[in-house]
């Protein structure tokens, strides 16, 4: 029993970054019929934000009681890549798919798997091909008071000397399990703070990222259904045209869906790479694929759809992974696809649009 | 400028063209390195590259008269980038000898081209068996400096069965590397053998998330888990596997083996050792000395086992080529030369005393390794029976 829920909360996990990456695709077929295929580079590039906040921002060592400078190394990574991604989207609309609008949607689909590739290869160029551990925020302790944690064999203690709370030279010293930090360490380290490097458990990452699904789902729920921007969504998400008459400027709106399905994708792309300790140029694409499929299993252009699609995927993954075959699981989501498509392919809880001809 | 530019082109291909006739008619020899210098993979091509460069200075000190040029390659990690890259480094740059690659399969794409070119290869670090025992496929031309994995996984086992008294084994598998695949089947086959017992659990090099994988492993209590892929899966593994693995050893062959680690795997519960070629906490002066070299010109960086069999690999060829030249003075390089001084040839490495026997492969001495932290601790040295 312990283990079908050990399995349910890894899957619910995987899942809710999946819903977040659905969430984007979602909504931007909504509103213009567009699968945006460089969506899963867009939650990349939000992953390589983060990436860079929590490794170079230093603020791990802000002087606040612990574990605070941790939580805003990760607060900040995770505003940094939502809002990294959100920009790259709106740049990506404005570039690429306004001037298409009115051209056929095969140009437009074409269009955005273009941009996938150019996407994917210049971070290939700019960030270099070889995958990069994620740094963990660092958690500061009294030289005095290291423990070593009772389940680690050996853990690394690292001083780092700032005068002035500049990066310097660190460091590493190497504890055994049980012990203290060892006197000669104690000594080297001098008046320099000693801290711990603390990566986020497992249970921390996975609570985390059900957390944020479902205050981004309380919080996209809210602005299509009760603001006046949700409206201008929702009424050019059923006629463009008819909308623009009414006074609604489309492309604001367009703008403005491209940036918030990007934002949940760039959030999304920091906690995965936080749960799976790295991050490369071409961590997007899976991620982006199977959301795609989450987003279809839900029913594409629904919110609680995209949800429920992502969870779902998740869920269905990871115990087919348990239970039949690891390797194979890749494929299970792509046949989920096809299974969904010939049995219903207005998804789960999509309805069936009559096209106008 | 719209005329000029043609002409510039022009004058570069042909002076591109004079100087690969020049390079291919003269006295140099060219030797061809393919490795990964990105990808996965990229932390192995690096090391090697680094051991290759320490060789070559000393090379060029002890005998000013052997007149030698490296030229580098990239495969990007890619099986299906080192054929081409092999290609371009015998027919564009005039490669007599090619040294390369690390990660079996890419050795194999190298093979097979490097057999139908009649240009010897020799293998720093591709331990797969069938690269040298299936003649048909690679061709008799490639050599190693490296064991094999038959001998790797056998040994292996009995660390696993002797040294930490496992009954039961979880071998993990990459099914898609010609390594993993042979590693896991020489380890099984002896850990049976000894009366201990396995399951195995096959993944994707390209997975990112294996907690599903590591939870599953973790559920059936093995008394150590036999992970036969790359660092680059078995730290991301490590990395998720704090509870579900908690006081169960990971072990691994030499594809275990890059500084990469244990940095992927953050602070794991698990103890991690692996088989290896060299170790630089090796006390061995032979060892030592090749670690003090490598730690001046690389910023203090502390040499690893690919870094080591660069080294040697390059040896191998200085050595081949001195008998060669002995054997055919003033005559030009050329491969069927270089292969038949490769043949037989015995040497004294950092890895150890290479002698390259009857399968191309020498016979040669293991160490076992654990990772601990960011450093390597020496375990033991296994010398072959």
Not at chain 1, 102 to 125: E, F, K, Y
Not at chain 1, 183 to 198: E, N, S, W
Not at chain 1, 265 to 294: E, M, Q, S
Not at chain 2, 324 to 335: C, E, Q, Y
Request: aromatic share 8%.
């Amino acid at each position: 029993m312990s283990q079908l829920l050990s399995y349910l909360s890894i899957g619910l996990a995987v899942g809710a970054v999946y819903a977040f990456v659905a969430l984007g695709y979602s909504m931007v077929y909504g509103v213009v019929r567009l699968i945006n295929f460089a969506h899963g580079e867009v939650f990349m590039v939000g992953a390589f934000a983060g990436y860079f906040v929590l490794r170079d921002a230093g603020l791990d060592r802000l002087p606040l009681p612990q574990p605070w400078p941790a939580v805003a190394a990760y607060v900040a990574a995770l505003l940094v890549g939502g809002l990294a991604a959100g920009l790259l989207a709106v740049v990506a609309e404005r570039v690429c798919y306004r001037p298409l609008r009115r051209a056929p949607r095969i140009t437009v689909l074409l269009t955005a798997v273009g941009l996938s590739m150019l996407l994917q290869n210049g971070a290939r160029q700019a960030f270099g091909p070889s995958p990069r551990e994620w740094p963990s925020p660092r958690v500061f302790v009294d030289a005095e008071a290291v423990p070593a944690p009772a389940d680690a064999q050996y853990y690394v203690v690292r001083t780092f000397v700032s005068d002035r709370g500049e990066r310097s030279d660190h460091e590493e010293v190497l504890v055994a399990a049980g012990a203290t930090l060892p006197p000669a360490a104690r000594a080297a380290a001098g008046g320099a703070t000693v801290y711990r490097k603390a990566g986020l458990s497992a249970d921390e990452v996975k609570l985390g990222v059900v957390g944020m699904l479902v205050l981004a789902t309380g919080l996209l729920w809210f602005l299509v259904r009760r603001t006046r921007l949700g409206k201008a969504m929702r009424a050019t998400s059923e006629d463009a045209d008819a909308a623009r008459l009414m006074g609604v400027n489309v492309d604001v709106v367009v703008s403005a869906t491209f940036f918030l399905g990007a934002v949940l994708a760039g959030v999304g792309g920091v906690a995965y790479c936080a749960a799976y300790g790295n991050v490369d140029p071409l961590t997007g694409f899976l991620p982006g694929l199977k959301a795609f499929i989450a987003a279809v299993l839900g029913g594409i252009g629904s919110i609680p759809g995209a949800v429920v699609g992502g969870l779902l995927l998740g869920l269905l993954e990871t115990l087919f992974a348990a239970y039949v075959s690891t390797q194979w699981r890749d494929a299970l989501a792509f046949v989920v696809l096809v299974v969904i498509l010939v049995v219903r392919p207005s998804g789960l809880l999509g309805t069936a649009r009559r096209e106008k001809v | 400028m719209r005329r000029v530019l043609p002409a510039v082109l022009v004058a570069g291909i042909l002076g591109l063209a004079a100087c690969g006739a020049s390079e291919s008619s003269s006295k140099t020899l060219t030797v061809g390195v393919l490795l990964p210098m990105t990808g996965d993979q990229a932390t192995f091509g690096e090391s090697s590259w680094n051991g290759m460069l320490i060789a070559e200075a000393e090379i060029r000190a002890k005998d000013p008269g052997f007149a030698f040029q490296l030229e580098r390659a990239d495969e990007q990690s890619s099986k299906e980038l080192s054929g081409p890259q092999t290609k371009k480094l015998i027919e564009n740059n005039g490669a007599r000898i090619v040294l390369g690659s690390v990660a079996s399969s890419n050795t194999m794409g190298a093979a097979i081209v490097c057999k139908e070119a009649g240009v010897p290869l020799v293998t720093p670090a591709s331990t797969n068996d069938t690269l040298t025992d299936d003649p048909k496929k690679f061709g008799e031309m490639l050599f190693r400096v490296c064991f094999k994995d038959s001998f790797q996984g056998t040994m292996l086992a009995r660390f696993a069965r002797n040294t930490l008294k496992a009954n039961s084994a979880a071998v993990l598998i990459d099914k898609g590397s010609a390594y993993s695949v042979g590693l896991a089947e020489q380890f099984t086959k002896e850990f049976t053998r000894l009366g201990g017992a396995t399951f195995e659990e096959g993944f994707s090099a390209s997975d990112k998330d294996f907690t599903a994988l590591v939870q599953k492993v973790g559920q059936r209590k093995p008394d150590v888990i036999a992970c036969t892929g790359y660092y680059g899966s078995a730290g991301p593994m490590l990395r998720v596997s704090t509870e579900a693995w908690k006081g169960i050893p990971l072990i691994g062959g030499d594809g275990l083996d890059s500084e990469k680690l244990m940095k992927l795997a953050g602070e794991p519960t698990s103890r991690v050792y692996f088989t290896s070629h060299f170790v630089a906490t090796d006390t061995d002066p032979v060892v030592q000395r090749f670690v003090e070299k490598y730690r001046e010109r690389f910023g203090g960086k502390l040499p690893d086992a690919m870094a080591a069999l660069g080294y040697d690999a390059l040896y191998a060829v200085f050595e081949a080529g001195k008998r060669a030249r002995a054997a055919h003075p003033d005559a030009p390089w050329t491969s069927a030369h270089l292969a038949d001084a490769l043949r037989g040839l015995q040497f004294s490495g950092v890895t150890g005393k290479i002698v390259i026997g009857p399968d191309r492969t020498p016979r040669k001495e293991i160490v076992i390794v654990e990772a601990v932290g960011s450093t390597f601790t020496f375990v033991e040295k296994i010398q072959p029976e």
